[in-house]
């Protein structure tokens, strides 16, 4: 295989590599998995702007803010439950161990708290790192598009799957 070929699969896996890394951080996201969520970023330093929740110059404050919202319990139930959506990845390699990435997302929530249902999309842009030899988030700044916050009806119902603890 010629030098451009070689280089070029290797810059797909690379591509392919940091897609997983993100859909690993949404499937722990949906999960309650705040070990997974805190492990898709780099060990010090992330820089994160999620609007609303924040923004932080590390990840280890998401990742607390993460466990007390996703993790909320009442009785003994969890009382908020997440699921995120990626779509339209747009990644570019800016060095062997850099890129940065864009990606859509659908979110959707539903608050036992306040018995609301809230779908929102936006677009995260990130940056990516090679750390201890796999790619991690380095910043990740998400901006909304647009919400619809609507209330539960009294005849809505909640069945709890199975999560990560």
């Keep these: 295989m010629d030098t451009d070929a070689t280089r070029r699969l290797e810059e797909l896996a690379h591509i392919e590599a940091i897609k997983q890394l993100k859909h690993r951080y949404w499937r722990a996201c949906d999960a309650k998995d705040v070990n997974g969520f805190r492990s898709c970023f780099i060990t010090h330093g992330a820089r994160i702007d999620y609007g609303p929740l924040g923004t932080f110059d590390d990840a280890e404050p998401m990742a607390k803010i993460f466990d007390q919202v996703a993790g909320h319990k009442v009785d003994g139930k969890y009382v908020i439950f997440d699921m995120h959506h990626g779509f339209h ?43 201890d030899g796999e790619w991690k988030m380095s910043a990740s700044k998400l901006t909304e598009r647009w919400s619809l916050r609507r209330p539960l009806g009294d005849d809505a119902t909640v069945h709890a799957g199975t999560f990560s603890d």
């Excluded at 990845?89 to 062997?96: H, K, R």
């Excluded at 990435?101 to 018995?115: I, S």
């Design 89 to 131: 990845p747009d990644i570019t390699l800016t060095s062997e161990t850099t890129a940065t990435g864009r990606w859509t997302l659908k979110f959707r929530q539903v608050n036992l708290l306040d018995r609301t249902e809230t779908v929102m999309t936006g677009e995260y842009d990130d940056e990516y790192v090679v750390e």
